[in-house]
């Protein structure tokens, strides 16, 4: 009797173990309300918006600009120390002189603009529907978010390739853009704790709110980890999710054994050529490097408010402080060089137009915030522990910040479908290289819609 007891519970704890392990885990979260006072009903109108400007908001910003006082960069220094002195004076004379904001205000009013209530935060975001559809298909529903310090705007090249494709085999998008609570046009939260989970859960109700029960998403930097919350937040909702970013979430034994046998085994990891590259410069360099490249980091992690207040106030210290980021982020060998290859890859006046959102809204210290509240619960939060189990594409830009090889993604993205090791680009991706980025975006969505209609068929 008791050994037959003993196998049942034998079994039956096996089961329990199978049952557990073939179950889709999912991220927790409860609803918050981010204004300050009690919670009141939500208005959950859909109200358009429109980016303005006026006559004395250009004359306080070319009297702030007038008032700057250079500072002489170190000889032969370049972008070493920072944005380079006399470079940004040329920056400067052009932003004072040339950028036309008005002309760059209706540009963003190209697409429709709205703004809707949730949790107490007056969400801003941009919608752009199709023009044409071809008969018998619909439109994909695909919403793409942001990061730091980028905006909306990072999206105004990528939108038109999606939403009105050239190659009549590809897929036609309907696109939603929403600025990140705290960035841009959307309200800062007013209370303490709003962080990339708060942020998943907020989209994932704009996007019902908009009439979508199941859509796409996409995401590189912050918009990452958002997109990524969304996909463990409701798996049944996020159809498909596309990344450009995807650092590992925790380290693990296959992360440790491939750091540590690597080099000497690559095959043994799946590692290519560049996967060894990327990941074993000499020690030193790898230290050296992050430590160049993640002040900024520390500095809003924790006490952001302090040098925000300074870029709230300067419009010239705000452009250099953002400005050196799409100089470096989109390739570390630009601090090389005088002009710290800005144009290279960006025109000025696209670049002034994201400086000058941040500007007009008055929305660095919230955003910066957003690294505080995220870092300030600890690096073992529950979303680094739950795998995401939606089919999931990334793209793999060669100059992001931080490589990871397709074994580091497959930990975290148990249903990986597409992994494109991308011919050129950097960190804002999306801006950089929007023809490389739709064309990944469709093939990864294409390979989705494939399997789901061959699985409703059987």
Not at 9 to 22: E, H, T
Not at 122 to 136: A, I, N
Not at 167 to 190: H, K, M, R, T, W
């Amino acid at each position: 009797m008791f050994t037959e007891l003993l196998v049942a519970m034998v079994i039956g704890g096996l089961i329990f173990l199978l049952v557990q392990r073939g179950r889709t885990q999912v991220l927790e979260t409860a609803d918050g309300w981010w204004c300050t006072g009690d919670p009141t009903d939500e208005d959950v109108t859909v109200r358009p918006f429109k980016v303005t400007t006026s006559d004395e908001e250009l004359q306080d910003l070319y009297r702030r600009i007038d008032q700057t006082r250079p500072v002489p960069s170190l000889e032969d220094s370049q972008f070493n120390y920072g944005f380079n002195s006399q470079y940004l004076q040329r920056v400067v004379s052009y932003w004072r002189n040339d950028f036309d904001w008005r002309r760059q205000v209706d540009k963003l009013n190209q697409y429709p603009h709205f703004k809707t209530n949730v949790e107490g935060i007056d969400v801003h975001y941009v919608h752009v529907k199709p023009t044409k559809v071809p008969e018998g298909t619909s439109a994909v529903p695909l919403i793409m978010v942001h990061g730091w310090p980028g905006s909306f705007y990072e999206f105004y090249g990528l939108i038109p390739l999606l939403t009105e494709p050239s190659n009549p085999e590809d897929l036609v998008f309907e696109v939603v853009c929403p600025s990140i609570p705290g960035y841009g046009f959307s309200e800062a939260p007013q209370k303490k704790g709003f962080d990339s989970v708060c942020a998943a859960r907020i989209f994932l109700k704009l996007m019902k709110r908009l009439g979508f029960q199941q859509f796409y998403a996409h995401g590189g930097d912050w918009g990452w980890l958002v997109t990524t919350n969304m996909a463990q937040l409701e798996p049944k909702t996020v159809k498909g999710l596309h990344v450009n970013f995807a650092p590992p979430s925790k380290p693990g034994l296959t992360l440790t054994l491939s750091i540590v046998l690597g080099r000497r085994f690559p095959s043994l990891f799946g590692f290519s050529e560049t996967d060894v590259q990327r990941l074993y410069p000499c020690m030193e360099k790898l230290v050296v490097e992050s430590i160049k490249e993640s002040g900024y980091m520390h500095i809003q992690a924790t006490k952001p408010d302090t040098v925000g207040r300074g870029l709230n106030d300067s419009p010239v210290g705000l452009a250099a402080y953002i400005l050196e980021k799409f100089s470096t982020w989109t390739s570390q060998e630009f601090r090389n060089l005088e002009d710290g290859g800005l144009t290279r890859k960006f025109s000025l006046d696209d670049l002034l137009t994201n400086v000058m959102i941040y500007w007009t809204s008055g929305c660095i210290i919230s955003s910066m915030r957003f690294y505080k509240e995220n870092f300030g619960k600890g690096l073992n939060q529950p979303h680094t522990k739950i795998p995401v189990y939606v089919p999931t594409g990334f793209a793999c830009f060669p100059n992001e910040l931080m490589h990871t090889p397709k074994l580091w993604v497959k930990q975290k993205y148990h249903n990986l479908v597409t992994f494109t090791p991308m011919a050129r680009g950097g960190h804002f991706a999306a801006m950089e290289e929007p023809q490389l980025m739709a064309e990944d975006i469709q093939k990864f969505t294409k390979m989705v819609e494939k399997t789901k209609k061959q699985k409703s068929v059987v």
